[in-house]
Structures are given as structure tokens and as C-alpha cells.
């Protein structure tokens, strides 16, 4: 089963609005990345947090570890057409090298 | 530096057939971890190689098998194919470990199975 469910499954949105999304986990993890997918395409890494940390930026993402509810935020602020991808949490458990993908977040930003 | 690149990008077989992906990884990177994506399933866990050893894998049958050669690059092989295997695969390499790294996906693979 997936270790990662993510909500909302689709969002759209218009140019320069806010866009969050969640991922929701089941066990302890080491790590949680985000990536983002285009179009079927290969994914690309977005930000690393680790278990330690409660909150991490990197230019218009932001995105908030909270480890008592096992659940992680991604935040990309004043969004752009080009941001149209689908997003995916991942999570590592303890370090074992072995990624678990959440069901992902459709995002559709309208110009 | 180049990225992961991944051959062949199309490739269409059928029932009982089996095939081979292969996946390069990125100069100096020596882990390559493999996933398949479909859209029922989603994104899923098929196994890592770290210097030629499989550190871990996910809960696949025995049909899916794979390897690492010295030079890091992998392959991974699907024998009896069946229509459930049409998918996107997908590779990913990293820094060796020592701590939670980021994956550099190919563009993957993508299988029809007729």
C-alpha cells in the first residue's frame, strides 16, 4: 500500500494564487522529498526535510514537516502556468533506500 | 554533467515476451533505484542497487529482476510479460549514501505490452 496519500488529488488555480498541497504518511520516516512531474515525464526534485526539521524554502516553495500528525505541506506561492505538473511526496523510512511515492496532486494553473 | 538516461525511451512487446531497460546513471552516482509507474497504481518501488548489490526491493513479483554492473550503470529485465506490465519505468540515480539524498529521474521508459 502507498505510503504517501496526498489531497487534493486535482487543484486548479489561477496565475499569481497560492497553491497548497498535502501529503499525509503512515510510519516514522528518516526523510520526506517532493518531486513534480510534467506530462508523463521523468520527475524532478524539488526540496528535501528532514525528520528533524519543521520547515524548509526554496524560492517559491515552502514546505512544513509536522511529524506528530505524519504530515508534510507543500506551499508554491504566486504561481505561474509554467508550475502545471503533477506533485508527489515521497518518504524514506529509516534510511533504507527504498522511496515511497504518495498518490500525488494534479495541478493546473490557469493563465 | 549529463543526466540519467534511460534506453529505449518506447518499446512495445507482447504477452510472454520478456525485455531489458536499461538506465545510465549520472557521473559519479552509484545508486540507481528503478520504479514503475501506472495510473491505477501510481508510482512504485521495484528495487535499489548500490555498487552492484540490490540493498532493498518492493513487493514485485519474481518476474522482475535486475542488476547493477561495476560501472553503475543497471538494468532491469521483465521476462513472461503480461498486459499488467504495460507501465512507465522509471530510473533514478544518487550520491552514495551516507545520509537522505535527492533522486535524478530519467525520462523513462515506456512499455506496451500487447
Known amino acids: 500500500s502507498q505510503q504517501g496519500e496526498e489531497d487534493p488529488q486535482a487543484l486548479s488555480i489561477q496565475e499569481g494564487e497560492n497553491a497548497t498541497m498535502n501529503c499525509s504518511y503512515k510510519?516514522?520516516?528518516?526523510?520526506l522529498q517532493w518531486y513534480r512531474q510534467n506530462s508523463g515525464r521523468g520527475l524532478v526534485h524539488l526540496i528535501l526535510?528532514?525528520?528533524?526539521?519543521r520547515e524548509k524554502h526554496s524560492g517559491r516553495l515552502r514546505v512544513t514537516l509536522d511529524t506528530s500528525k505524519k504530515s508534510s505541506s507543500l506551499l508554491i506561492t504566486a504561481s505561474r502556468a509554467a508550475d502545471t505538473a503533477s506533485y508527489f511526496c515521497?518518504?524514506?523510512?529509516?534510511?533504507?533506500?527504498?522511496?515511497?511515492f504518495g498518490t500525488g496532486t494534479r495541478l493546473k494553473v490557469l493563465a | 554533467k549529463a543526466g540519467v538516461t534511460q534506453t529505449p525511451r518506447y518499446l512495445i512487446k507482447t504477452r510472454g515476451q520478456q525485455v531489458t531497460l536499461s538506465c545510465s546513471p549520472i557521473?559519479?552516482?552509484?545508486?540507481v533505484s528503478w520504479y514503475q509507474q501506472t495510473p491505477g497504481q501510481g508510482l512504485q518501488f521495484l528495487f535499489e542497487?548500490?555498487?552492484?548489490?540490490?540493498?532493498n526491493k518492493g513487493n514485485f513479483p519474481g518476474r522482475f529482476s535486475g542488476r547493477q554492473f561495476s560501472n553503475s550503470r543497471s538494468e532491469m529485465n521483465v521476462s513472461t510479460l503480461e498486459l499488467g506490465d504495460s507501465a512507465l519505468y522509471l530510473c533514478?540515480?544518487?550520491?552514495?549514501?551516507?545520509?537522505?539524498?535527492?533522486?535524478?529521474f530519467g525520462p523513462g521508459t515506456r512499455l506496451t505490452v500487447l
Open positions: 542497487y548500490f555498487s552492484e548489490t540490490q540493498r
Open positions: 526535510i528532514r525528520s528533524n526539521e
Open positions: 515521497a518518504t524514506d523510512t529509516s534510511g533504507t533506500y527504498k522511496y515511497i
Open positions: 533514478a540515480s544518487s550520491l552514495p549514501a551516507g545520509g537522505p539524498n535527492e533522486q535524478f
Open positions: 510510519t516514522s520516516i528518516n526523510n
Open positions: 557521473s559519479g552516482h552509484r545508486s
